[in-house]
């Protein structure tokens, strides 16, 4: 008995040792937004970020406008069949809502695990691209001069320690050349600190460059949301305005969407964190499969929508070979010349647009391949390497352009 007491006052004495040096580390790191990360992960028993964090964060309004767009949907959609090594892949990558949709026809509609049509969840870096799209519209309404400008003319603490060089095209193309952590994984990385933090603008307008920018393709956080203070600065919206009136009104959402941000009136968290429904995301496809027209009318240049949708080469990737799957914030995939231009983000959500079948693909969930990203591979010389226009892109894409080419077969035989 007084052994085991012994023992269990050890215990308790090392675990009070370890939160003892947990706290003194967070507190003269600075790195006060563990706390929060903390909080809203392991004390709740989750491992990291979701797909349905949205109240776990102030949120800005993406307002709806009165008309809304409809999609047709197949009269025999609901008579789709999957084979079931390809629902089973779906249900073991925890996919929440999937979506096939083409010349406007909604084919394939599935949800699981009580996600639904009016379902609302996290983009992720999806929401990246919509920034994007944003940076587009400044630049057509003359808000924005260029791609080409210094970022230093919209964010005045660019113009010191070597950053007066960056331009808004090297924010676009992720080659700012930031010493910015990307890690998903790692607590201490940028990324974390932007998830769990409180002061976005502090975390990102003090990067510093330590590669010349416009040199290498380097994915960053950090570039995307200093591309939302960029067009808030011209503009003189805040980013989740903007989005209201020169996309989601326009567009016809049908339901609100949220931004998160950072702290109650503070920064929406604009490279992550746009919540909407599978519907609603499938629009921004629409508006790429459009070359940025709706309806009739001009939401952004075809321009810019072809420079967003084609890689930048001039750019070297971490494997050593030149860019071929991004350009302006948007991932494409040549495909043996039936390019699929996608948007992406963190778990596997997905908006993908296949121009010459003019379709659209939508994915959200929970999971992604566990392989990840495809790799170079080491042992084939640069010259016969016939795998590099794969390299940089996620494996799953691959097995959810499978699954639509059966629902086209099938909407196809059931004409």
Not at 81 to 107: H, Q, W
Not at 170 to 197: R, V
Not at 337 to 351: D, S
Request: hydrophobic share 40%.
């Amino acid at each position: 008995m007084k052994r085991g007491w012994l023992i269990f006052r050890y215990l308790l004495y090392t675990l009070g040792v370890i939160i003892l040096a947990i706290n003194l580390f967070i507190l003269l790191s600075g790195r006060t937004y563990l706390y929060n990360g903390i909080a809203k992960t392991y004390m709740i028993g989750k491992a990291g970020p979701g797909i349905y964090d949205h109240d776990m964060f102030p949120n800005a309004k993406v307002a709806i406008g009165s008309q809304h767009f409809n999609w047709l949907v197949h009269p025999k959609s609901d008579e789709m069949i999957l084979p079931d090594e390809k629902t089973a892949y779906l249900e073991d990558m925890k996919t929440r809502a999937f979506l096939v949709i083409r010349n406007d026809s909604i084919l394939f509609e599935r949800y699981w695990e009580g996600h639904s049509k009016e379902t609302t969840s996290n983009s992720f870096s999806m929401a990246k691209t919509v920034v994007s799209l944003l940076v587009g519209i400044a630049i057509d309404e003359g808000k924005i001069k260029s791609i080409d400008e210094p970022v230093y003319h919209y964010i005045s603490a660019f113009k010191e320690n070597g950053r007066d060089i960056v331009t808004i095209r090297n924010l676009l193309t992720m080659s700012a050349g930031f010493d910015w952590d990307e890690s998903g994984k790692n607590p201490l990385s940028e990324t974390a600190e932007a998830y769990y933090g409180n002061d976005l603008e502090g975390l990102v307008t003090r990067q510093r460059v330590v590669e010349k920018p416009g040199t290498i393709f380097h994915y960053q956080s950090g570039n995307s949301q200093l591309l939302s203070m960029v067009v808030e600065k011209a503009t003189g919206n805040t980013i989740a305005e903007y989005a209201a009136e020169k996309l989601w009104k326009p567009l016809g959402a049908e339901k609100e969407a949220t931004w998160s941000m950072d702290r109650e009136n503070g920064d929406e968290k604009a490279y992550c964190c746009f919540y909407a429904t599978a519907r609603d995301f499938a629009l921004l496809g629409r508006l790429l499969l459009n070359r940025g027209e709706w309806n009739g009318k001009r939401i952004i240049s075809a321009g810019y929508i072809e420079k967003m949708t084609t890689a930048d080469t001039s750019l070297l990737t971490e494997d050593g070979i030149s860019n071929l799957v991004y350009g302006l914030q948007m991932w494409t995939y040549y495909n043996n010349g039936n390019p699929v231009h996608y948007f992406r983000g963190f778990l596997g959500q997905y908006i993908m647009v296949i121009p010459k079948e003019n379709t659209i693909i939508v994915r959200l969930g929970e999971r992604t391949d566990k392989n990840f990203k495809l790799h170079r591979l080491p042992l084939l010389p640069k010259e016969i390497n016939t795998f590099d226009y794969l390299v940089g892109h996620s494996v799953d894409i691959l097995e959810y352009l499978k699954i639509k080419e059966i629902v086209l077969n099938q909407a196809k035989n059931n004409q």
